[in-house]
């Protein structure tokens, strides 16, 4: 039975190419009212094919649509790659971009320019080096505000069980159309106050990460409550920034 339905689905598909390929060619000779109707029904197959194709290239593309693969140093106790390096968004493109609007549930951006001029981007990574099927593009263009950052909430997880003798790693895959100073904050709130860390991405290194020792804090660890990490551009006007990939790792530091 399965072979009949499969060279009936053959033999629909062979007829509705041959119905095509003749209103092709007889396109420029048919009356204008059965143009109209017949051009009207391939906008309809149009969309359902082009829906297929769009559908079919993210399954078949490389890396996988949420992928959690990644390096991690021996030790590590939490991993996390956020969900716009993993999934496809609802919303890929903000323009324009407010203060305080959020792509997906994770990032915010923030500025204080009286005009925006900036955009936001979700993109399909398909390079063989890729291991996060998707990226995010910053576009800005003319920037008068003073400060322009990134900030990224982490899951409830990375703080479970969180210890001053920890070190929180973040690595980067980043691209730039010029050289720009980027920093990351990395903010842990317990009780009523917030420990900060920042350090400077190394952009001129082949290995861009940064890592944070909570032993020079004053972290108290049984009032954790979140932590959330700021990535903060310095003068980003007419620059383009894509961060191909984005993750975190947690391990406890070596004891002496």
């Known amino acids: 039975m399965m072979a ?34 017949e051009r ?58 407010l203060s305080r609007t ?15 001029e900036l955009t936001l981007r979700q993109l399909r990574n398909t390079r063989e080096i890729d291991l996060s099927p998707f990226g995010l593009r910053m576009d800005v263009f003319s920037f008068d505000g003073s400060f322009l950052s990134l900030v990224l909430d982490l899951p409830e997880s990375a703080v479970t069980g969180l210890k001053k003798s920890h070190l929180i790693r973040m690595d ?4 730039m159309e010029k050289p720009l100073e ?7 709130r317990h009780g009523p106050n917030t420990e900060q860390l920042v350090r400077e991405l190394p952009l001129h290194e082949e290995d861009r990460m940064v890592e944070f020792d909570l032993a020079y804090t004053r972290l108290n ?26 993750t975190f790792g947690r391990r406890p530091r070596a004891e002496f």
């Open 4 to 37: 009949r339905h499969r060279g009936l689905d053959w033999l629909a598909q062979r007829r509705g190419l041959r119905r095509w390929r003749h209103a092709s060619r007889d396109a420029s000779e048919m009356e204008l009212e059965t143009l109209r109707t």
């Open 40 to 97: 009207a029904e391939a906008r309809r197959l149009r969309h359902h094919l082009n829906e297929f194709i769009c559908k079919a290239d993210d399954r078949l593309a490389r890396p996988v649509i949420g992928s959690n693969a990644f390096s991690k140093p021996h030790g590590t106790d939490w991993a996390w790659r956020p969900e716009i390096w993993r999934h496809r968004l609802r919303v890929l493109c903000v323009a324009s971009v």
């Open 102 to 116: 959020r792509l997906g549930q994770e990032l915010t951006l923030f500025h204080d320019c009286e005009r925006s």
């Open 172 to 175: 980067t895959i980043i691209e």
């Open 182 to 188: 980027v920093f990351v904050r990395l903010n842990v």
């Open 221 to 246: 660890e049984k009032r954790i409550e979140r932590a959330w990490v700021d990535i903060i551009f310095e003068n980003p006007q007419m620059s383009q920034v894509i961060l191909r990939d984005l």
